[in-house]
């Protein structure tokens, strides 16, 4: 059923129900990442994902010591403040929060409080350095199933020592990880590595969940042209996608 409908699709009967619905990443609260910088621009783009087909949106602030030190106290707040605008304009969309965790010794300390802010049934997204190959990775990982934890890596294309050795992915998913790629890699949006990166995931069906990662109006901008470009049924033809069932 699924593969005919996918035979058949073409670009201008593009519906994103055909495929999926809930968002698990994004930076959609005002100014405590580097994601949206005020209430306007976080409402414009929700406003859109839903003009999109979007029926859910779970946001995820960053928190990572260094540079976001986030916690609960500055997420809930700007939280409330967004889903408070949309009941106010009468945009109709489920607006959720939980957090994308940068891998340092805070989100350690969280995992043992078990303390973390987590997606749909005790999913956790979490981040690596972009550069430096993280140390203890397989104990974290650990410590994250045995206290309960789902881990979702967060687009594990874009991390230059795991892209420049594509093998590497299949003993890294294998710790128990599960895999969130960016749409956008697959439109070239973070450059070339992280593209070829994301259709090595999606080929060797690597891929459980797809998102958004927006931080600013022109995320989304891509993000739709991608779709519109007809290429995201490839994405779920090839791999089990679980975003519709967080
Ligand atoms: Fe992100």
């Given amino acids: 059923m699924l593969s005919k409908l996918f035979k058949n699709f ?22 405590i990442d580097d994601g949206v910088k005020s209430l306007d621009e976080s409402i414009a783009i929700i406003k859109n994902m839903k003009d999109l087909g979007y029926k859910k949106i779970i946001t995820t602030p960053h928190i990572m010591s260094h540079r ?39 989100f350690i300390e969280k995992i043992r409080e078990k303390d973390l802010l987590t997606i749909g049934d005790n999913y956790v997204l979490f981040e690596l350095s972009y ?5 203890g990775l397989e104990q974290v990982v ?3 199933l045995q206290n309960g934890y789902k881990p979702i890596l967060a687009h594990p294309e874009r991390y230059t020592y795991y892209s420049n050795s ?14 969130q790629i960016n749409l956008n890699s697959l439109h070239k949006f973070y450059g070339a590595k992280p593209k070829l990166a994301a259709e090595f995931l999606v080929n060797n069906s690597l891929v459980d969940f797809v998102g ?5 109006m022109k995320y989304f901008d891509s993000l739709k042209s ?15 996608i679980k975003n519709s069932f967080i």
């Avoid at 670009?11 to 100014?31: G, Q, R, V």
């Avoid at 594509?166 to 895999?179: C, T």
């Avoid at 958004?212 to 600013?216: L, R, V, W």
């Fill in 10 to 31: 073409k670009k201008k009967d593009f519906n994103l129900e055909d495929f999926y619905t809930t968002d698990l990443h994004s930076h959609l609260i005002p100014a």
């Fill in 68 to 106: 976001f030190p986030n916690t609960k106290d500055t997420i809930y707040p700007g939280f409330e403040l967004v889903k408070n605008e949309l009941s106010k304009q009468n945009i109709d969309i489920e607006f959720e929060v939980a957090a994308e965790y940068y891998f340092d010794e805070y």
């Fill in 131 to 135: 550069t430096s190959t993280p140390f």
């Fill in 142 to 144: 650990f410590e994250l």
């Fill in 166 to 179: 594509l093998e590497k992915y299949h003993a890294l998913k294998d710790l128990g990880l599960f895999f």
């Fill in 212 to 216: 958004s990662d927006i931080h600013a």
């Fill in 226 to 240: 991608f779709m519109q470009g007809g290429k995201l049924s490839e994405v779920f033809e090839k791999n089990q």
